[in-house]
């Protein structure tokens, strides 16, 4: 399963600041089996956009990882630089 997330940056929010966010959540979404396997910044469009693909294992990690209470320590750098975020889990599949 993928995990898709868009993020939407405060006006003004320094990237290198979101940058640092991706830094402290990774290790323990890692811790449930999250992979982040593509990030992108936006070069035409919503300048403060930011898309993050993460392989994860199930929904359960999702819940797992997002609620793990060693992420309480990056809340106050996520509310300094996120706007809005978007979660969306998806599953592959064939045109066959």
């Not at 898709?4 to 959540?25: C, D, N, P, T, W």
């Not at 396997?37 to 930011?50: L, P």
């Not at 993050?52 to 809340?75: K, Q, R, T, Y």
Request: hydrophobic share 45%; proline share 4%.
């Amino acid at each position: 399963m993928h995990l898709h997330v868009q993020v939407k940056l405060r006006m003004g929010a320094s990237f290198g600041r979101y940058k640092e966010v991706i830094r402290l959540a990774k290790p323990v979404f890692e811790r449930h089996g999250w992979r982040l396997t593509h990030s992108f910044a936006t070069v035409i469009g919503r300048v403060n956009s930011v898309v993050n693909i993460w392989e994860v294992p199930s929904a359960a990690s999702v819940e797992s990882g997002l609620f793990d209470p060693e992420l309480a320590s990056a809340l106050p750098l996520i509310r300094e630089v996120v706007e809005d975020e978007v979660l969306t889990l998806m599953t592959k599949y064939s045109v066959d």
